[in-house]
Each structure stands twice: as structure tokens, then as C-alpha cells.
């Protein structure tokens, strides 16, 4: 935490002119083009997870009815935002995976012209094209550039909602941070953050002047708090329409009261640290600004480089710990998309760091950003989610080829299988199976969830089974009961048992079976089937 201030004194960073719009669609089609280019394999791929779960799902229902609340899945009162910019995008180019993930690859090229431009009013050219080439190589950014989610979408409106805070410019702040919270509601804790911290200003100063802005911007405050007006019309919106004002009520149980027990809160806080400083590679860039922190500032032309303004520091730092403080207490997966507003922020400052205090930052840069591509291809020793790298490839890959197995060998099979894959066996337009299945769903493939369907084995003929997480090799701390104990109280781990197991519970045989590196999926067919099809 000691790269966010500097003990050394510096001038303020001098803010940057505005760039021309000319200049800013010149680097937005550069950051589209380099997208689209990595992103190029997986432009087809089928919808993965909370796609398919909700977010397709909600956009297609506003494609084709209109209507702002979904009815083909549950609402869970997320702001409806993305899903109009998917259903505008089909409406122009036709329903396709393809036609969604090249939408979301527009926005996440907005983006990162949001990080370009918030480093830019914040430190200097060089330090915000290092900071934003290690924004879109992060391997949660990289992910999450083509899924069909609403984060990276607020997160992006909220970074050019805070350079326009920067840059004091009150009316596109106001409508930013606007279009962010329509995005997603939780994008409101960056104006609500500053705001707080404004007002701390009139109470800190003078004696802590240096960590606040200048007088005439902190009575200037109001405007931060215009987004509270948009998602308030929206929420009221979805309570008249469905009855229910936070999304349905087991959603609201799920991420909300389940989650806000004072046990769970520093245990959640601790792993939210983790993915801000550490996940993924995030430790070396970490390690190597608090080494840069031991070191004095490099000197051009006699003076030393400067850093950061510390009002600014401060003030990344108050929506870093907003984002901290709220994404430990709520959310029922504790998923690093989450933290995504925040993550360029820790970026940026320990990117300038380097560059003020070390004379060699470029190949730090470098070797940072390396890892972060080996990242994208290697799994952590440890437990994480399929969406952070490209981990989720293969899940699609190998459920794909296992609803294709299932489709032509056992067409008109009853299947019992769980989330997500029961909505991939019976929505066709999902991408995975070609005409849809009866499914009979069941929570996960722990050993009590098998043993229920055992009981029930006459209502299904199938089972199309997988790793609802996935399980490293050696994972750590596997045999500290204590730990695994916490984990299933408070964020839903259970052990999915092997393929082979499930099917002697079951009774049957398993026909189709792949793993990849932590991840498995098999199709099961029951005896009796086997024994029916045998039939003259």
C-alpha cells in the first residue's frame, strides 16, 4: 500500500490538454483493431456461464419484445444498459456470437481509451500507454473484453468518469458516471466515494491540504451525486413492473443477506486484497513498485521526475476502498470482474511509480506484462474462476462437444445435469446443442445432489455431467479442514465428485468423457437405456 503515496516531494503533475475527437477515434480504432485481432479465435465461440445464465438471455427478450425486464430468466434488477447495446447490435448485424462479442469488443476498446485518458490527465504519455497495454493484457480484463457481462462496460464509463472528474469537467463527469451506473447500479460507489471525500476535504483542510483538491472543486459537489437520479428512476421502474426492488428474491438472498455476517466480511475483504494486488501475476507489478518505493526519484534536467499529484492518489484511493469496503460485504461469489472500476487505478500508480524512482521501468513493464500473458494459458495453484483466463475456452470447447455427442447419440434422452449446462441442453440459440433436451436440474454433482437424483434415476435416462469448478492438481492448504470448513460456509465450495464415481451411484455407464487441465465433463448413460436400445 505504500506505492499509492510517496514520501518525496515533487510538483503537482501538470494536467494534459484535451484530446481532439479525431485523435481519440484514431485510438479507439487502434485499440479495436488489436482487440479484434487477439480476440480472433474466440469471436465464435458459444455463450459461457453468466452469458448464457442471464445476460444473453435478458438482451435477447429486449431483442425481440421490446421489453425492458426479462421473461425468459429471472430479473436479477441489473440496469439494462448493456442489454440494449447488444439487442441495437443484433438488430444491425443479426443475432450471431460473433455479431456479441464484436459489441463488447467496441466497448471494451472504449475502455481502454478511458484508462489512456484517465493516465494522461493523471501522469504523462509514457506512463499511460504502459498502464493501458497492462489494462488489456490482464488476464481478467482480456477475459472479460468479449463476454456478454455488464462490469467491464461500467467499469469503462467509469474510468472516463473519473478523467473527467480529474480533469474538472462537472457535466461529463455527470453523464459518465450516468451511463455507468446504467451499466451496472454498483458503478455509483466511484461518485458516491468522491463526494464522501469532497466532504472530508472541508474538514481536513488546511492541515491536510495537499490530499484534497483546491477549494473551489470541494464546494463544488453536487454533481457527483447527479447518477443517484437515473438508477433511482430504474430501480423504481423494476419494483412497479415485477414487485421486487433489488432483483428476485433469491438473488437478493444469494448476494445480499447471506453475505453480510461479520465473519465472512474480513475473510471476503482479504481475498478482495489479494485480487487487487496479487491474482494473476498482479504481485510482481506489486512487489516491484514497493521495491521502487526504497529508491529516489530519477532526475531530467536537473529536477526530479514527478509524481502523481497526491490529491489525485488520494482521491483513486477513496474509490479503491468504497469498492473494497462494499464488494467484501455483498456479492455472493467473491469473482475478480467485480473489482475491475478499481484495478487500473493500483495500476496506474505503481506503473508511475516505476517510472519516477527507476531509470530501467521499460523492462519491468515488460516483464510484468509477460506474465500477464502467461497467465492468460496457465492455471493458478489455486483455486479460481474459469472466466479469469482462458480457461473458459476449454469449458466451452469440451461442453460443446459433449452436448454434440449427446444430440447425435441420444437424441430424445431425458437428461439430469446442473447449472449452467441445463440451460445449455435446452436453449438451441445458447450455441451448444441443436435442438433442445428435458432436463432435469439439480443444484451441482457433490455427493449429496447425487444420491438425491439416485432416488429419482426413473425421470431422466442421461446424465451429462462436469466440474462446476475447478480443482487444481495440488491445491493449497488442501488438507487444513479449518479452511475448506470456510469455504463451504461462506462461499459455496463443494467437492464435485469424479465422473466415475457418479455413475456407479447412478447406475450407469459412462459413454463420453474429456478432461483438460483441472476440468472434466462426461456424458453417463443409464443401464436401462443401454439395455432398451440392445432390444430387437
Known amino acids: 500500500m505504500a506505492a499509492w503515496l510517496s514520501s518525496d516531494s515533487a510538483p503537482k503533475a501538470e494536467a494534459p490538454l484535451s484530446l481532439r475527437w479525431t485523435q481519440q477515434l484514431l485510438l479507439f480504432s487502434l485499440f479495436f483493431a488489436g482487440l479484434m485481432l487477439l480476440h480472433a479465435p474466440l469471436l465464435r465461440l458459444p455463450y459461457f456461464w453468466d452469458e448464457a445464465g442471464y445476460y444473453v438471455p435478458a438482451a435477447r427478450d429486449l431483442y425481440l419484445t421490446g421489453t425492458l425486464i426479462p421473461h425468459s430468466t429471472l430479473s436479477n434488477a441489473h440496469p439494462p444498459l448493456v442489454m440494449a447495446w447488444l439487442a441495437i447490435a443484433w438488430r444491425v448485424g443479426g443475432y450471431s456470437t460473433l455479431v456479441t462479442r464484436t459489441a463488447m ?33 490482464y488476464p481478467v480484463f482480456f477475459i472479460q473484453s468479449s463476454l456478454a457481462q455488464v462490469d467491464l462496460a461500467a467499469a469503462g464509463l467509469t474510468y472516463w468518469g473519473l478523467a473527467a472528474y480529474f480533469d474538472d469537467c462537472r457535466w461529463r463527469q455527470a453523464v459518465w458516471f450516468s451511463l455507468a451506473v446504467l451499466a451496472k447500479e454498483t458503478a455509483i460507489l466511484a461518485p458516491l466515494a468522491l463526494f464522501a471525500w469532497q466532504v472530508l476535504a472541508h474538514v481536513g483542510r488546511p492541515r491536510w491540504q495537499e490530499f484534497f483538491p483546491n477549494v473551489e472543486r470541494c464546494t463544488r459537489t453536487l454533481h457527483l451525486l447527479v447518477p443517484v437520479v437515473p438508477v433511482a428512476c430504474w430501480y423504481a421502474y423494476h419494483y412497479a413492473k415485477t414487485g421486487f426492488l433489488l432483483g428476485n428474491p433469491e438473488y437478493f438472498r444469494y448476494n445480499v443477506a447471506s453475505t453480510l455476517d461479520p465473519l465472512r466480511i474480513p475473510l471476503a475483504l482479504g481475498l478482495r486484497i489479494w485480487q487487487l494486488f496479487g491474482y494473476l501475476g498482479l504481485y510482481l507489478l506489486t512487489l516491484a513498485g514497493l521495491l521502487a518505493m526504497l529508491r529516489p526519484a530519477q532526475m531530467e534536467k536537473g529536477i526530479s521526475r514527478p509524481r502523481i499529484a497526491i490529491w489525485i492518489q488520494t482521491g483513486f484511493l477513496s474509490v479503491t476502498l468504497a469498492y473494497l469496503g462494499f464488494m467484501s460485504a455483498v456479492g455472493g461469489a467473491v469473482l475478480a470482474r467485480y473489482l475491475l472500476p478499481v484495478l487500473p487505478l493500483v495500476m496506474l500508480v505503481l506503473t508511475a511509480t516505476l517510472w519516477r524512482r527507476v531509470r530501467f521501468w521499460k523492462p519491468v513493464v515488460v516483464a510484468v506484462a509477460i506474465a500477464f500473458v502467461a497467465g492468460l494459458f496457465t492455471n493458478p495453484p489455486y483455486g479460481f474462476s474459469l472466466e479469469d483466463n482462458l480457461a473458459y475456452r476449454d469449458y466451452i470447447v469440451m461442453h460443446t462437444e459433449a452436448s454434440r455427442f449427446l444430440a447425435m447419440r441420444y437424441p430424445r434422452a431425458r437428461v439430469v445435469s446442473a447449472w449452467p449446462a441445463s440451460d445449455e441442453l435446452t436453449r438451441p440459440w445458447l450455441g451448444y446443442a441443436g435442438r433442445p433436451f428435458q432436463v432435469v436440474r439439480i443444484e451441482d454433482f457433490s455427493a449429496a445432489q447425487i444420491s438425491a437424483a439416485s432416488v429419482a434415476a426413473g425421470q431422466f435416462d442421461t446424465a451429462f455431467v462436469f466440474s462446476t469448478k475447478y480443482q487444481p492438481p495440488h491445491p493449497f492448504l488442501e488438507n487444513w479442514n479449518w479452511w475448506q470448513h470456510v469455504k463451504e460456509r461462506f462461499f459455496g465450495y463443494h467437492r464435485d465428485l469424479p465422473p466415475e464415481e457418479i455413475a456407479q451411484r447412478l447406475g450407469g455407464r459412462i459413454v463420453f468423457q474429456k478432461a483438460s487441465d483441472g476440468q472434466w465433463v462426461a456424458v453417463i448413460v443409464m443401464e436401462r437405456e443401454e439395455e432398451a436400445r440392445s432390444l430387437p
Open 105 to 137: 469488443l467496441a466497448l471494451a476498446a472504449f475502455s481502454l481509451l478511458g484508462v489512456w485518458r484517465l493516465s494522461r490527465v493523471a501522469a504523462n504519455p509514457a506512463v499511460a500507454w504502459a498502464t493501458t497495454a497492462l489494462t488489456a493484457l
